[in-house]
């Protein structure tokens, strides 16, 4: 709301600057040549890409679950609106800023929740990839009951006794302790055959269906065909216009990667063993930081970069589902799941060069958006240089030596010394396309002659 108010007062503004020039081209110059033309104003160029960008940003992101333990006696005050407004302050809010500055991590993110889920579904029989998601983004909980609270163990196919239990008798839920949330490998087969919802009960737990996924879509879509449709009747688009093109095509990938992942799920399944039982966590051991500093930063450049870091997570000492868990995805998995979104990255970039040659309002604002279109290209296409080495020597072994460690090497040190250019440009960029709203080209608000579009003599 802030964002909207913020954009209605620049247009407001912007209109007043340009009163003397904005006046004739509006209602003169161009009701003259296009006659009856219709012509659309500032604020509607402005409502028009701010209503998408927020759309396609905030709808598109399908976070984690985020537990948060419940306390009891809390009021009306601490119920009703601080925890709200903490969880969208602490959590939501920098998400989507996040996604606004980094929307192509955030695509790499949703491949490899992709990817993993699909490898997940085909370990259970009538699993689909929507368990699979749920599984990855924190679905389950463990628990521990209270030492006086009755319990059946779960059973497994071999008819033994599992660690996992189910409440038999009456007690306070208040009272079960949170321990960690838990990955595929905690279970047995036989234990999420038992304890897994239905696909139809995991998409009533997500807070959008089908209807709204597909209304998202649609006003991209109808975006994404008017730019297009101004390019064919040679029509400028502004730099705003420009910039809310180039989240709504990556969101668009975004968003259909996501499509069967339940979004904004709360409350994770409890999943219980008994106060005495023991929790190991299973499958591989979490990795460690190695070396000195300036190795232990280039791991963690190379990791983050291309979603590595899950393999440094001991999830059984977390007491929520890391934000960017995906679980820990196989190299092979992760170099397929970095080298396409790095590549749409580098288009993200490259779709703002549309507006390349036009007329900025001063040449300090042109040569600010030439420098960030150029690093919004290269520094994914940097990334996109690591995930190929990665696809190349994966092939051949499980270690990087020789000239695939040099690349490695020098691809982590440009990612760390372009690093807070990139961050720069994106906020560079919306700052000039807001800027630039102050001395619009006459054609910029003519609008679209759709009667073009209609096959006729």
């Keep these: 709301m802030l964002i909207l108010i913020l954009a209605y007062y620049l247009a407001q503004s912007a209109h007043s600057e340009a009163g003397p020039i904005a006046a004739p081209i509006e209602l003169r110059d161009i009701a003259s040549c296009d006659g009856q033309r219709r012509q659309r104003t ?52 920098p998400l989507f800023l996040w996604a606004l500055l980094f929307p192509e991590y955030i695509l790499s993110w949703a491949v490899r929740q992709y990817l993993q889920a699909g490898v997940i579904s085909k370990q259970v029989p009538r699993w689909t990839r929507t368990h699979g998601n749920f599984m990855i983004m924190g679905g389950f909980h463990l628990f521990r009951l209270p ?27 208040e009272d079960e302790i949170p321990v960690c949330p838990l990955k595929f490998e905690d279970f047995p087969v036989d234990i999420l055959r038992i304890i897994a919802p239905t696909e139809t009960e995991l998409k009533d737990r997500g807070k959008s269906d089908s209807l709204t996924k597909i209304i998202v879509l649609v006003q991209t879509l109808w975006f994404v065909i008017q730019c297009i449709a101004r390019g064919t009747q040679k029509l400028p688009l502004t730099e705003l216009e420009v910039v809310t093109l180039a989240y709504a095509t990556l969101n668009l990938f975004i968003y259909i990667f996501w499509w ?22 299973s499958g591989k051991e979490a990795e460690g930081w190695e070396g000195n500093w300036v190795w232990r930063w280039v791991q963690k450049v190379i990791a983050y970069s291309i979603g590595a870091q899950d393999h440094y ?3 059984s000492a977390e007491c929520s589902i890391p934000t960017f868990w995906s679980g820990r995805v196989e190299n092979r998995l992760l170099a397929d799941a970095g080298l396409g979104p790095s590549l749409l990255g580098s288009a993200f970039g490259a779709i703002h060069c549309i507006v390349w040659s036009s007329v900025f309002s001063s040449c300090a604002e042109r040569i600010m958006w030439h420098v960030s279109c150029v690093a919004m290209i290269a520094v994914p296409f940097v990334v996109t240089i690591l995930c190929v080495v990665m696809v190349v020597g994966l092939r051949k072994s499980d270690v990087f030596d020789g000239w695939n460690a040099v690349i490695l090497i020098i691809c982590s040190n440009l990612l760390m010394l372009s690093g807070w250019l990139y961050i720069a440009s994106r906020i560079v960029t919306l700052v000039i396309a807001f800027a630039a709203l102050r001395s619009l080209a006459p054609a910029a608000f003519t609008t679209v002659d759709w009667t073009t579009f209609i096959p006729h003599i």
Excluded: M
């Design 42 to 93: 500032l604020a509607n160029i402005i409502w028009s890409c701010l209503s998408t960008i927020v759309l396609c940003t905030w709808v598109a992101v399908h976070p984690n679950v985020q537990f948060r333990p419940e306390k009891q006696g809390q009021g009306w005050f601490e119920k009703g609106l601080w925890n709200p407004l903490h969880e969208a302050v602490t959590f939501k809010l």
């Design 147 to 173: 030492a006086d609270a009755p319990s059946i163990p779960l059973p497994l196919k071999s008819r033994e006794p599992s660690n996992f239990i189910n409440p038999a008798g009456i007690h306070n839920r």
């Design 260 to 281: 069967d992942k339940p979004r904004n799920v709360e409350c994770p399944i409890r999943v219980y063993k008994t106060a005495t039982a023991s929790h190991e966590e």
């Design 313 to 315: 997570v001991k999830l």
